[in-house]
C-alpha cells in the first residue's frame, strides 16, 4: 500500500489567482494521478503524471488551466491556474501500481474554495 | 457522459441488518470493478473489487456480485454497523483508465 499526504488541506482564493497543491507519496509509484470532485459529481480524472515528462491530460483539461509537475517518483504538484469560482473543488492525489489492476490509493485531498 | 452510475445518493439501514449499494455501468469494455469507501475529510480507500471473468467476490462482511448481462455490480454489507457510514464509490476499469461512479451515503443507525 501507499501513504500519500497533500498540502494544502484546505483553501479559499481570489478568482484569478493560482494555487499549487502538493501530492507526497511515501514510497516510489507508477503511476499518480490527480481528480477533482465537484458537489454532487464523480471523481473525475485531470490527468496522469508522468515522471520526466508531460502530464497526459483527459478531455475538457489542458496543461495552460491545470500545469502538473512530476518530478520524481514519489512527488507531484497539480496547479489551478486562473481561478474562477467553478474551479471550486475538491482535488484528489492518487498513486497506482501501474499494471492495470492495482487499486489505486488516494490522498486525503484538497478542498478549494473560490470567491 | 456518466459510464458508470449510482442512481441512490444515500441510504439508511438499521444496524445488523444488510446494506446493499448498488452500481450500472455503460461500457461493455470495462474488464474489473471496486469499490471505494470514503469518510468525510479523507481521501477514499479500497473495499474491495472483483474481475468481471466472476460474479461474486466476498472479504468478510462485504460481498461484490457482478451481473455483467445486466450490466450491474452491487455491494453488501451484512451485518451493517455504525463505522460503516461513509460515502461509497463503485468504480470501473478498462486498461490505465478508472472511471468512478457519483457515490451513495450510507448512514447505519445504531
Known amino acids: 500500500s501507499a501513504v500519500i499526504s497533500q498540502k494544502p488541506s484546505r483553501d479559499i482564493c481570489q478568482r484569478g489567482t493560482s494555487l499549487t497543491i502538493q501530492c507526497q507519496v511515501d514510497?516510489?509509484?507508477?503511476?499518480m494521478f490527480w481528480y477533482r470532485q465537484q458537489p454532487g459529481q464523480s471523481l473525475t480524472l485531470i490527468a496522469t503524471?508522468?515522471?520526466?515528462?508531460?502530464?497526459?491530460?483527459e478531455s475538457g483539461f489542458v496543461i495552460d488551466k491545470f500545469p502538473i509537475s512530476r518530478p520524481n517518483l514519489t512527488f507531484s504538484t497539480l496547479t489551478v491556474s486562473n481561478m474562477s469560482p467553478e474551479d471550486s473543488s475538491i482535488y484528489l492525489c492518487?498513486?497506482?501500481?501501474?499494471?492495470?489492476?492495482?487499486?489505486?490509493?488516494f490522498g486525503p485531498g484538497t478542498r478549494l474554495t473560490v470567491t | 457522459d456518466q459510464q458508470v452510475k449510482q442512481n441512490s445518493p444515500s441510504l439508511s439501514v438499521q444496524e445488523g441488518r444488510i446494506s446493499i449499494l448498488n452500481c450500472d455501468y455503460t461500457?461493455?469494455?470495462?474488464?474489473?470493478f471496486l469499490w471505494y469507501k470514503k469518510y468525510p475529510a479523507e481521501g477514499p480507500t479500497f473495499l474491495i473489487s472483483?474481475?468481471?471473468?466472476?460474479d461474486k467476490n466476498e472479504d468478510g462482511r462485504f460481498t461484490v456480485f457482478l451481473n455483467k448481462s445486466a450490466k450491474h455490480l452491487s455491494l453488501h454489507i451484512v451485518p451493517s454497523q455504525p463505522g460503516d457510514s461513509a460515502v461509497y464509490f463503485c468504480?470501473?476499469?478498462?486498461?490505465?483508465?478508472?472511471?468512478f461512479g457519483t457515490g451513495t451515503s450510507l448512514t447505519v443507525i445504531p
Open positions: 492518487s498513486a497506482g501500481g501501474g499494471t492495470g489492476y492495482d487499486q489505486q490509493y
Open positions: 468504480a470501473a476499469m478498462t486498461g490505465n483508465q478508472f472511471y
Open positions: 461500457n461493455s469494455m470495462f474488464d474489473y
Open positions: 514510497s516510489q509509484v507508477t503511476m
Open positions: 503524471a508522468n515522471q520526466g515528462s508531460e502530464a497526459t491530460y
Open positions: 472483483i474481475s468481471s471473468i466472476k
